[in-house]
């Protein structure tokens, strides 16, 4: 219980440490504008203290979502306290407040205007440079950047923070990248404030490059895309306008990633942010990297990449037009066509999706063809691509759940080919993708092509136990790989389980 001798400050203070981040307007306002007339009436008056502990703790309202010009007034009065009470000699070597400025939230205001019964007042606690301290503190949430004077401050979290996130942009995670990113994509708090709804902005953005090309774990891209959905919604309610002019924002593409990663941690803070001014960032540039309309560019750029991307990876694929390329006038296979492009297939171009389709394609063929030496021919051809590549979730678990319809049991059995069978490493090793492909052709068609040095016969390819073998593998390397999703999708299948 806080005890203040003045009545009608304590029931002020009462309704003050009510209000939060979605309180409604009609409650919140009325009270932040009688702090605000008060304080920018006498900025350095004998009780500037006391409003300026009101805006301190109505800062959860008024840095997340009040009118604009109610936050700009906030600011503005808050600004004018710590002008009017800064410079005042004191003999305190630090003050209280500087305790705070690591918070992600608004500073601690009350002991400005009371005190626990069990915890005196200390002695630099109602100091005018204290008092001015918390001003620049709560001025800083409201609007980031707005004012100088706070000291730079970065936390071990924060600084823990940027080493974790250039970790995985470096590629030399600590750990699995897949859970730092996904808990940094966790939507963003309704109470943020512009400085960490910023840092989690751009914390999103700078990750998705990496999460674009290197993750492929669906909850990563669900937490990002709805985070990122929700992070737009949080500042078109804010109501607040860009005010910048064309190209004033800042230009990532002259940005080093290890500098926007350091920015999307500190700015959230306004030690961080003063850090920021000091070390990272060029005159006045501090309030473009919290402007919305930047964060909505940024938010929509990731949303861009992101979203097609997860249907690349996560969709199911059309793949009825490959029947055109595949499938000869006489209805057999253009082994020639298939296989090259499996060869061909890169990851970080086009041709990588097309190798990835070339064994979805002969998965979801082999369902209904026929013949069984196509048959064959269609099941060593996912087995290849599921062995080269490591395949996206909605093309494996096509392909996934042909090889787990060979049957296992023959790998408890000798065969007669003994150690006859073909090389393994033909087929696992993506460097050997130019050696596999003529023996592939060579088992289709053997009258239309060469056989390949060491070439093996038909039944050796087609034998129980190596299938078995070479089937077991993939599976489980799928298995391991899709196990998040597996679990979302209640797929608990697998023939190695």
Aim: with cysteine.
């Amino acid at each position: 219980m806080i005890v203040i001798d003045d009545a009608r400050t304590a029931e002020l203070y009462e309704q003050w440490r009510h209000v939060h981040a979605t309180t409604e307007r009609a409650v919140a306002e009325p009270l932040a504008r009688d702090c605000i007339r008060r304080l920018a009436a006498e900025p350095g008056g004998g009780a500037a203290h006391i409003w300026v502990a009101g805006l301190a703790e109505l800062t959860a309202y008024l840095a997340c979502r009040p009118e604009p010009g109610i936050a700009r007034a906030a600011a503005d009065a808050l600004a004018a306290a710590a002008a009017a009470l800064g410079e005042r000699e004191c003999g305190h070597g630090t003050h209280p407040y500087e305790e705070d400025l690591t918070r992600v939230g608004g500073p601690t205001g009350w002991y400005l205007i009371g005190e626990h019964p069990e915890v005196p007042r200390g002695e630099a606690d109602l100091c005018p440079r204290n008092v001015a301290g918390v001003a620049r503190f709560a001025a800083d949430v409201i609007a980031p950047f707005s004012v100088a004077g706070i000291p730079a401050a970065v936390s071990e979290d924060h600084e823990q923070d940027v080493k974790d996130l250039l970790d995985f942009l470096n590629d030399y995670p600590y750990g699995d990248p897949a859970s730092t990113i996904e808990s940094n994509a966790g939507a963003p708090p309704a109470d943020c404030t512009r400085g960490v709804l910023a840092g989690y902005v751009i914390t999103q953005h700078v990750s998705t490059p990496y999460v674009y090309y290197r993750i492929g774990v669906r909850p990563v891209f669900d937490a990002m895309i709805e985070g990122l959905g929700q992070a737009l919604e949080m500042l078109d309610a804010t109501g607040a306008q860009c005010p910048h002019e064309a190209g004033e924002h800042p230009d990532l593409e002259e940005i080093y990633y290890e500098t926007e990663a350091e920015i999307a941690c500190h700015v959230r803070t306004p030690g961080g942010r003063a850090y920021l001014v000091e070390n990272a960032l060029d005159e006045g540039e501090g309030p473009l990297w919290v402007c919305p309309g930047f964060l909505r560019e940024l938010a929509e750029d990731a949303l861009g990449q992101l979203r097609p991307r997860y249907a690349e990876l996560f969709g199911r694929r059309d793949t009825s037009g490959l029947d055109a390329t595949f499938v000869r006038s006489d209805g057999r296979l253009d082994i020639d066509a298939l296989t090259r492009v499996v060869v061909a297939a890169d990851e970080y171009s086009a041709s990588g999706e097309a190798g990835e389709n070339a064994g979805l394609w002969a998965a979801r063929r082999h369902a209904s063809a026929t013949d069984p030496h196509e048959r064959l021919l269609l099941l060593h051809l996912a087995l290849w691509c599921a062995s080269v590549f490591d395949l996206p979730y909605g093309v494996g678990r096509e392909v996934r759940a042909l090889l787990r319809s060979v049957e296992q049991e023959p790998l408890d059995h000798d065969c007669p080919h003994g150690d006859g069978h073909p090389d393994s490493g033909l087929r696992d090793n993506a460097y050997r993708r130019a050696e596999m492909k003529p023996h592939l052709d060579y088992l289709y068609a053997p009258g239309e092509f060469t056989a390949p040095e060491d070439a093996s016969p038909a039944d050796a390819w087609a034998c129980p136990k190596l299938l078995a073998a070479w089937a077991q593998g993939p599976i489980e390397e799928m298995d391991e790989r899709y196990e998040q999703m597996d679990e979302e999708d209640g797929d608990d299948a697998s023939v190695l389980r």
